[in-house]
């Protein structure tokens, strides 16, 4: 079965710091790829996805993303955090083939530091 | 773009009562929608699928007869908790979007006294 691991619970930044969220998946093949963002009691905003072409996908508020086969990862980046990006942040896998469930990791909490 | 409208927002009710949660597409037909449970600091879980015109399939361990989905329209589904009981208060999430990616309501708080 599919699965998606998000290592860290929790990660604190320093405004204007960089960042980088991991997310690791196991699937059969390379699955469709999501990272989705949420505010507390809010619902999930998509911020970037990857089917296929370009392993570097860009996605909305500066935030990028790094398809790496070999390590099945997908991992979320953003150069220079503001305040307002404190959330959850979610990974989340889909097949291919068809059919439109997601499978997602556990989440990060995100805390940014002024 | 794409919106999912979820209603209500935030209810509360007394042990023992149903609570009716809707799920809308505004500009397009889902025929599949997808109702998800959101626990403190967790994860969101797949409950079940919503499909239109037939019945919906439940995720292991979701007791369809607790929950139950009707998705009568290709904009309209809804997840019925029947007889609630405090250990069902959580958040619930409803998605639709006939290709990836989903689009998500903004969630349903559940509170059951």
């Known amino acids: 079965a599919q699965s998606v691991t998000q290592p860290d619970i929790h990660i604190t930044v320093s405004e204007g710091a960089s960042l980088e969220l991991r997310c690791n998946y196991s699937y059969g093949a390379t699955p469709y790829l999501f990272w989705y963002v949420q505010s507390p009691g809010q619902g999930l905003q998509l911020l970037l996805k990857y089917f296929s072409g370009d392993t570097l996908v860009q996605g909305i508020k500066g935030f990028e993303a790094e398809f790496k086969r070999s390590q099945s990862s997908f991992n979320l980046r953003k150069p220079s955090v503001h305040w307002s990006d404190a959330a959850e942040y979610f990974c989340a896998v889909a097949p291919t083939g068809g059919g439109n469930k997601l499978t997602f990791g556990t989440g990060t909490q995100l805390k940014v530091e002024l | 773009g794409a919106v999912v409208s979820q209603h209500p927002s935030w209810v509360i009710c007394k042990s023992g009562t149903s609570v009716k949660i809707e799920c809308r597409s505004l500009d397009f037909q889902a025929t599949t929608m997808f109702w998800y449970r959101q626990f403190p600091k967790q994860s969101l879980m797949l409950m079940a699928t919503?499909?239109?015109?037939?019945?919906?399939?439940?995720e292991q361990g979701v007791e369809k007869d607790k929950f139950l989905i009707n998705h009568a329209s290709l904009t309209l589904s809804t997840l019925t908790v029947t007889s609630a009981h405090p250990e069902d208060s959580s958040f619930y999430i409803c998605s639709a979007g006939g290709n990836q990616p989903q689009h998500f309501g903004d969630g349903t708080r559940l509170s059951i006294l």
């Open positions: 919503s499909n239109e015109g037939s019945k919906a399939t439940y």
